[in-house]
């Protein structure tokens, strides 16, 4: 059961994410923070086991407030949910020791998702990031991530980005974005190699 705490300064946006997520069985929504400082206090008295965690709010950003909750709680799962995409924000929050970076411009079902990945110990960033800066790039070089393998397996079936969005119910973009990722990851050379790769690895997922 994921037991989920939102640091956000945008009550809307908590509203919509809380609302979107009522009928999910394996979620229970404990509490909610406009700022750094009352998230680490929400987390004393609450306990959750996954944060979704803005980076720029007001008296204590989420980059501080995730370092004090891991030093105390290394257990809990914490993701950045933003609008910074700079290598900068991203290098501090995964040094802190987020397990998941994704844009506010994604849709609440990849959020989901990465919700998801992150509560079973996997690790998730957002497509339309680089990780170059935070260290990232060498541990994940060649390892694709569990929506990448989903989308390579649809490649090896002929699927269109248009018919791989539709079916994971994301967008035409984010599809087109995954795949220039494996593209780099894997050290190929444009779509066609790609397309072979899947081929041949599709029985290998």
Do not use: W
Not at 21 to 27: H, L, N, R, V
Not at 81 to 97: I, R
């Amino acid at each position: 059961m994921i037991r989920l705490a939102i640091a956000e300064d945008h009550l809307a946006l908590i509203d919509g994410i809380k609302i979107f997520f009522e009928y999910e069985e394996d979620i229970e929504f404990v509490g909610f923070a406009q700022n750094g400082q009352e998230l680490c206090e929400l987390v004393k008295r609450k306990r959750p086991n996954l944060i979704i965690t803005d980076i720029r709010m007001p008296v204590m950003d989420g980059i501080e407030a995730t370092r004090k909750i891991l030093k105390n709680y290394p257990e809990i799962k914490i993701i950045a949910f933003t609008m910074f995409d700079q290598d900068a924000a991203v290098s501090q929050m995964l040094k802190a020791g987020a397990k998941g970076y994704i844009l506010k411009n994604s849709s609440l079902k990849e959020l989901l998702f990465a919700m998801r990945q992150v509560h079973k110990g996997e690790t998730y960033y957002d497509p339309n990031i680089t990780l170059e800066s935070s260290g990232e790039t060498s541990k994940t070089k060649g390892v694709l991530t569990r929506r990448q393998h989903e989308i390579l397996k649809l490649i090896a079936k002929g699927k269109t980005n248009q018919e791989i969005a539709e079916q994971l119910f994301i967008g035409k973009t984010t599809v087109e974005t995954h795949r220039k990722n494996m593209i780099r990851k894997l050290d190929l050379h444009g779509a066609g190699e790609l397309l072979r790769y899947a081929l041949e690895k599709k029985y290998d997922f």
